[in-house]
Every structure is written in structure tokens, then in C-alpha cells.
T-cell receptor
Framework: DAGVIQSPRHEVTEMGQEVTLRCKPISGHDYLFWYRQTMMRGLELLIYFNNNVPIDDSGMPEDRFSAKMPNASFSTLKIQPSEPRDSAVYFCASSFGGGVGDSPLHFGNGTRLTVT | SQQGEEDPQALSIQEGENATMNCSYK?????LQWYRQNSGRGLVHLIL?????REKHSGRLRVTLDTSKKSSSLLITASRAADTASYFCATSGSRLTFGEGTQLTVNP
């Protein structure tokens, strides 16, 4: 299995532009998570899906952020418009079975976003 | 806010020595997980210990959990330079929440 695949690995964009991050979870996994990592705030859970349905989006910072999971093999995190404070590493992770946190998470290698 | 807090924030040891990292948390948990993160990479799961377990082993890793003290420890025995990474605990309640991590450096 190729693991969780994220694209792009790096994204540099100007303030105000739309940014779309992509994730392909491990086949068969029924949970998908989006985390953001910064030096100041550590790892923050933004949103998670179960069977393609958003369950908890309370970590999404504001309306500029949106996430979708149109099918079991693809998810996107969109920021529109982007701001310099959105600069961070964004991780996608997936897991199988149990409830949230009852199974190990498998992380992608992240997308490093820089907004200038 | 972060549920788990690791201690120390940074640890530097010589190859062959043991490394111990601690995690404290505030509220009741279902289980606790430990992850490793190498620079520039995603987190990798190490061990999951359930709230009714007190100790768990995996290779050179030993994890303990004391629910009365709301704390856990990760012991890496006979450390290697390749163990250099950040180590995070994650606690499971309604969501999986990560601590801020311990940066471990193993010097050859």
C-alpha cells in the first residue's frame, strides 16, 4: 500500500489567492482527518470525516477554510482567500475502524503552505 | 487547547543510552497513543495503550500508563542515532488531541 498521499508537497502562494490541498487516504480506511502543524500551536485537528461525512469541523479556523470528501478515496482542503497566518504544514491522516482515536492514524507527508 | 503535554521539550543523549519521555493529560481518556515524527515527514504511529492497560512493549519501546496520575511515559532502550525525531503523545476522548512533542536527539 502506498500510504496516505498528499499533494502538493509544497505550495507557495500570494495572499488572497485560493489554495487547494489534496489527499488520498489508504484504501479501505473509513476515517479521514485534516491536521495543521505550526511551531506556535503544534498539531491542530481541523476536521474529520467518517465514511465521507464531515463529523467534527469545530477546528476549522474560519469560513475561509472548507473541506470536502466526495468519495472514499479523495478529500480536499480549500483556503479562500489565503492569508499569511495560514502558513503551516497541513497533514492528512486516515484510520480504519473503531471510533475516533481507537485506531492508529496513518499520516501523509504533509503539504507545506507558505502564503506571502 | 492541547490535552497532552510532553516533558521534557527536548532531550539529548548518547547512542546506547535509554530515553524517557513523559506525557501528562487533563481529562479522562479512552486510550493514549505515541507517535514519532522525523524532520519534514508525517507522524508515524508507535504504540496505542488503552485506559485499562498499564504497560505495553514493542521492540525497544516500552509505554506505561497511570490513569490515576493522568500520565504516560515512553521509554526507548538502547537508543540509536536513527531514533532522533520528535515524539508526540495523543489522547483520545471525543477527538484525538496531540501534545507539543519532545525533540529527541541521539548523538552517535
Amino acid at each position: 500500500d502506498a500510504g496516505v498521499i498528499q499533494s502538493p508537497r509544497h505550495e507557495v502562494t500570494e495572499m488572497g489567492q485560493e489554495v487547494t490541498l489534496r489527499c488520498k487516504p489508504i484504501s479501505g480506511h473509513d476515517y479521514l482527518f485534516w491536521y495543521r502543524q505550526t511551531m506556535m500551536r503544534g498539531l491542530e485537528l481541523l476536521i474529520y470525516f467518517n465514511n465521507n461525512v464531515p463529523i467534527d469541523d469545530s477546528g476549522m479556523p474560519e469560513d475561509r477554510f472548507s473541506a470536502k470528501m466526495p468519495n472514499a478515496s479523495f478529500s480536499t482542503l480549500k483556503i479562500q482567500p489565503s492569508e499569511p497566518r495560514d502558513s503551516a504544514v497541513y497533514f492528512c491522516a486516515s484510520s480504519f475502524g473503531g471510533g475516533v482515536g481507537d485506531s492508529p492514524l496513518h499520516f501523509g507527508n504533509g503539504t507545506r503552505l507558505t502564503v506571502t | 487547547s492541547q490535552q497532552g503535554e510532553e516533558d521534557p521539550q527536548a532531550l539529548s543523549i548518547q547512542e546506547g543510552e535509554n530515553a524517557t519521555m513523559n506525557c501528562s493529560y487533563k481529562t479522562s481518556i479512552n486510550n493514549l497513543q505515541w507517535y514519532r515524527q522525523n524532520s519534514g515527514r508525517g507522524l508515524v504511529h508507535l504504540i496505542l495503550i488503552r485506559s485499562n492497560e498499564r504497560e505495553k512493549h514493542s521492540g525497544r519501546l516500552r509505554v506505561t500508563l497511570d490513569t490515576s496520575k493522568k500520565s504516560s511515559s515512553l521509554l526507548i532502550t538502547a537508543s540509536r542515532a536513527a531514533d532522533t525525531a520528535s515524539y508526540f503523545c495523543a489522547t483520545s476522548g471525543s477527538r484525538l488531541t496531540f501534545g507539543e512533542g519532545t525533540q529527541l536527539t541521539v548523538n552517535p
